[in-house]
């Protein structure tokens, strides 16, 4: 390959053209040394490469810098003034770079052999400025037939040398991540967990409590042939290689079979009030077959669906009901719908608060007292999401009840419900 046809495809690429079509190697020799012009392992600094030809034309140092613009290939390429590209191929221009990094070259010599689209490319490999090609780019450009999955997964294992090598001379070394099994050590990678919103389509009938903070480690046992993830002693999950198209029930299933570690077993998802009490944290996983490189399924950030609201009357009964009401601007209230106390310490909770501050009896049975609005007693409510049909909190759950807090933290009711739109 002409070393000229790689640098007016870095050009077309440093305008805009992103395609990267005119990057065809015909061999690995061929593709490595284009790898290696793009994306050179040592550079010269700038500085060291103006004061040099400051130098040889004789002006000062300061004065190329007034004469910079954006970027010192353009300039040091401006000074090229070969009319046509030059011949050299690839191995002539490493050796070339090689012999300016080493300090050996005269720079009006070396511009009169190179027109400037040549010597743009050129300068900038020789002091490595950021390039308009990332080098995954170049590594999925290479073999059309490959899927960019493949490349960007084999990264993780392989270097971009071995990448090049794999695809020119047997592709059965890269990674396939849909074909985990056949390298299981290439899945000892902590999967990504998305946080849970109403608007996540995975089944949320299942979940698993998991302790540590969540945190888990994943280690490959040889000698049994199982991917085990745990969370501290918990076993949180298991894949087997020689099985890969197990579920999550049946993986667990299989694993208890010949083990008695303590695991986290997935279990149906019991009611939102009692799932956001849970101390650990709560994963809805995907309950499919197992997958490193797909998301392992979501978590449930517990903080983003609590909202500090304003408790506005309430009714005492076999359990306390409460209304809540969100703020709309600066001093309007809007409601927001009810929340349901039943446990006992909590019913007192409130109604010692409601006493306290207005000095009232609050055991009267099953009628509904209004706070005054200029009372506000800020009550911190657990939620799913927001019913848009009612556009009122859905399945809410008391958390607690916020002496310290006033109508300045009260949620805005513009907020509440654009919650559903994240």
């Excluded at 191929?89 to 070339?96: A, G, Q, R, S, V």
């Excluded at 070394?173 to 000892?188: M, S, V």
Aim: net charge negative; proline share 4%; charged share 25%.
């Amino acid at each position: 390959m002409r070393y000229t046809d790689l640098a007016n495809a870095w050009e077309r690429s440093r305008l805009g053209d992103r395609s990267l079509s005119a990057l065809q190697f015909k061999d690995k020799a061929t593709a490595q040394q284009a790898y290696d012009v793009l994306f050179p392992k040592e550079t010269l600094t700038e500085r060291k490469v103006l004061s040099k030809v400051a130098i040889e034309l004789k002006v000062p140092y300061e004065i190329l810098l007034e004469l910079l613009d954006r970027r010192v290939s353009l300039l040091l390429a401006s000074e090229s003034s070969a009319s046509n590209p030059c011949l050299w191929n690839l191995e002539d221009i490493l050796k070339m770079r090689d012999a300016v990094i080493a300090g050996d070259y005269s720079f009006l010599a070396l511009s009169k052999q190179m027109c400037e689209i040549d010597a743009k490319l050129f300068w900038a490999s020789t002091i490595g400025e950021q390039y308009p090609i990332s080098t995954l780019k170049f590594l999925k450009n290479l073999d059309s037939n490959i899927s960019p999955d493949i490349i960007a997964a084999s990264r993780g294992f392989l270097t971009d040398k071995e990448i090049i090598n794999a695809i020119y001379t047997d592709v059965n070394l890269l990674y396939d991540p849909k074909l985990w099994y056949q390298k299981p050590t290439a899945a000892l990678r902590k999967r990504r967990w998305i946080p849970w919103s109403k608007h996540k389509s995975i089944d949320i009938e299942i979940y698993q409590s998991i302790p540590n903070n969540g945190v888990v480690s994943v280690e490959y046992n040889k000698e049994e042939g199982i991917i085990i993830e745990r969370a501290g002693d918990i076993i949180t999950d298991v894949a087997y290689p020689n099985h890969p198209q197990l579920s999550l029930k049946k993986r667990f299933s299989k694993y208890a079979e010949t083990h008695s570690d303590e695991m986290a077993w997935p279990m149906t998802t019991p009611s939102w009030d009692a799932i956001i009490k849970q101390k650990d944290t709560i994963r809805f996983p995907n309950t499919g077959a197992f997958s490193p490189t797909e998301y392992g399924g979501y978590i449930l950030v517990k903080d983003s669906h609590i909202h500090n609201l304003r408790l506005a009357a309430y009714r005492h009964g076999d359990t306390l009901e409460i209304k809540l009401q969100a703020i709309d601007g600066i001093d309007e209230f809007v409601d927001v719908g009810f929340c349901i106390v039943y446990i006992l310490s909590e019913k007192s909770s409130i109604t010692f608060d409601i006493e306290r501050i207005l000095g009232s009896n609050t055991e009267e049975v099953n009628r509904w007292k209004e706070i005054p609005e200029d009372v506000c007693i800020v009550i911190r409510v657990s939620s799913p999401f927001v019913d848009r049909r009612t556009d009122t909190l859905s399945a809410s759950s008391f958390v607690e009840i916020d002496n310290d807090m006033g109508i300045s933290d009260i949620a805005q009711y513009v907020d509440l419900v654009g919650v559903v739109n994240e």
